[in-house]
């Protein structure tokens, strides 16, 4: 067992609300961080590019939360949410008093495994399409004012916007009585598949910044990984899971779709500097990132044909449209479309990605399509900090 009977059994008894709020601010944290960079770099005495791996250990550590997720389950969803939430706020301590670049990112780190945690255990219990599109929407809604929020709290500190993961601990109790006497089977953990995709992840993280090691070293990850699956076919990544060519297309949209989002969200706030006060730039990124959300809340809602081709527009749209109109307007409107195809595919093909696997891995098939999203989360932000000069 690792993402499947503990989740599916629960999924109907937590409110869609209280997944949202405890999903949400993971989200809210990492936006929050784009246009704090600049007083990072001053208060540490580095340089902005250096400053960006805030982000970027912050979107690695979030694509571990899923394996965190599939160790915790074991336990159960109530260890599993009461562990992740002492992560989030063990990181969000040192955060607070971070004297150095390596302990800053010592409690990003902690803050996003145990949010990643909670955002993919949150999907896993949605269940639908529906639920899912509700609480993703509600995650780009609530990050849309990441952007403004950390401009304005780092008025007071710049600490307060990289605390604000905080949050998601006041939905532990909503979750909590929803997940009563919910606990793992008795199935053993796969360790050694679970290590060796955080290995896998945390090398193509680092392919921007080091090209040639880390992509020998993912070629060997990958390599152990192809002979543990086939040696060992039910464990964290089922062999049968990887046999859905539907599954293999949605987590790999799913990841191309959050990347191209999230190296737009922090490349765009730079970009508009040089036109735009802060403020403004703060309001824009707030209002396209919202409408994106909204949109992409109406669209799973209501929409059920149709969907994979117009998200996949959109997503080409917001990548082209910076290259081909070099203009503050054009950047800020290819934000809500990044927003749109990100938010929605992320609903729309995580829950394909679970109804196309076998029955007993359709959950596993949706949280790891959700990973797959989120190592978006930590390649866009090092493909913005290696196109930051």
């Known amino acids: ?32 961080t784009t246009t704090v960079i600049p007083d990072v770099a001053h208060a540490l ?43 989030v706020l063990l990181g969000t301590l040192l955060v607070t008093v971070a004297p150095t670049l390596p302990v800053l990112l010592a ?15 949150a999907i896993g219990l949605a269940g639908t399409t529906r639920r899912t599109g509700a609480i993703t929407a509600g995650v780009g ?17 710049w600490r307060l916007p990289l605390s604000l993961s905080l949050i998601a601990l006041l939905a532990v109790p909503v979750v909590l009585r929803g997940a009563v006497n919910s606990e793992g089977g008795a199935a053993p953990v796969d360790i050694v598949g679970i290590v060796l995709v955080m290995a896998l992840v945390s090398t193509l993280v ?8 880390a992509l020998l070293t993912a070629v060997v990850a990958v390599a152990l990984l192809v002979l543990h699956i086939r040696r060992s076919p039910d464990g964290f990544i089922p062999h049968s899971v990887l046999r859905s060519r539907v599954f293999l297309t949605s987590a790999a949209l799913a ?15 730079r970009l508009l500097e040089q036109h735009w006060s802060a403020d403004r730039i703060g309001v824009t990124i707030l209002i396209t990132l919202a409408a994106g959300s909204i949109a992409a809340l ?66 596993t098939a949706l949280s ?22």
């Open 141 to 157: 809604l609530v990050g849309a004012f990441g952007p403004l929020a950390g401009a304005t709290l780092a008025e007071i500190s």
């Open 1 to 32: 067992m690792y993402f499947g009977d503990v989740i599916t059994h629960h999924e109907k008894r937590v409110s869609v609300l209280g997944l949202a709020l405890l999903a949400t601010p993971t989200a809210l944290s990492a936006n929050s």
């Open 255 to 269: 990841c191309a779709l959050s990347t191209s989002y999230f190296a737009l969200l922090y490349t765009v706030p």
């Open 368 to 389: 790891l399509c959700t990973l797959c999203y989120q190592l978006g989360g930590a390649f866009g932000p090092a493909i913005a900090a290696g196109l930051i000069v």
């Open 206 to 213: 680092l392919v921007v910044r080091f090209p040639v090691p």
């Open 298 to 363: 109406l669209f799973t809602r209501y929409t059920s044909w149709g969907g994979s081709s117009t998200i996949i527009a959109a997503g080409v749209l917001a990548t082209v449209l910076p290259l081909v109109a070099p203009w503050p307007t054009a950047y800020a409107t290819a934000t809500a479309f990044g927003m749109f195809a990100a938010t929605a595919g992320l609903a729309w093909y995580a829950t394909r990605a679970g109804r196309a696997a076998p029955a007993d891995h359709r959950s």
């Open 45 to 87: 005495g580095i340089s902005a590019a250096d400053a960006t791996w805030t982000a970027t250990a912050f979107g690695w550590a979030a694509v571990l939360g899923a394996p965190l997720t599939a160790t915790l389950l074991r336990s159960g969803v109530r260890a599993t949410v009461l562990v992740s939430a002492g992560l």
């Open 107 to 121: 409690g990003r780190a902690a803050q996003a495994a145990g949010g990643g945690a909670l955002v993919t255990l």
